[in-house]
């Protein structure tokens, strides 16, 4: 046997060796990121009313990426949502209504994750905290966490005869009214999925408003404690890929 012929297999296993480790390379989808708020909203066990919660209304963090078609993010923005509703009736007001929520967004590079529609376009809405709320929480990205319309409606009133529920001496005093008080915490977790996003460094912010955005006697809102994590991830045609549905 020659020396050619016996250092001829000892090649094709260092090749073999060499293919197995460039592919177990390119298969890698190996990176992930995380950022955490930790401070939490609180329901008083007496009165009802939120308190705490984070006094931010956005979480961000940064994730490198490698050069590949196949890389793709799934961003994952996962909190604890607090609502709180009052509503109370009376004989001078028969119906009270009260809303609140939580409504949530993610920005890839400034720009609309899906399921946030519409998708890769640049938000027009400006920043939480200063939104006009036109009713539809899909536009500019934003989908709905967590929401409460609660309203309470009687016509008991119209029973009882006026002086049976006023006080002549104390007008501001209403003896007559029904009240309902709400408040629940939930936590709340959703994916948010982006394909091909390139190489390079890429910015990912998830963005939350509450409604109101400014706490009242009847309507609360908060958010806390909140997590986003962010993974890579490898997409494939053969399994399907990323589809998304209007």
Known sequence: MTMRTKLFPALLVLLALAFTTTVAKGQSSGNFTAKLGTTQCVVNDTTGALTGG???TSLETTIRTPNSGFTALDIR???????????????????ATA????RVRVLLDGK???PGTPAGARPTD???GNLADDGNPNNDGWVAYNKRFQQLSTNLFNALGSTACDDPSTPEVELCFLELILSTLTANSLDWVVGDVGG??????VEWMLQPTTATANE???VGPGVL???QVKTFSQSGGIVINP
Do not use: Q, W
């Open 126 to 128: 400006g920043t939480p």
């Open 99 to 102: 809303v609140a929520g939580v």
């Open 77 to 95: 923005p996962s909190m604890v949502t607090g609502l709180f509703t009052r509503t109370k009736v009376t004989s001078d007001s028969s119906t």
């Open 220 to 222: 609360a809102a908060c």
């Open 112 to 114: 609309i994750v899906a």
């Open 54 to 56: 984070l006094t931010v």
């Open 229 to 231: 994590t962010v993974t």
């Open 200 to 205: 390079g460094d890429h910015n990912v912010k």
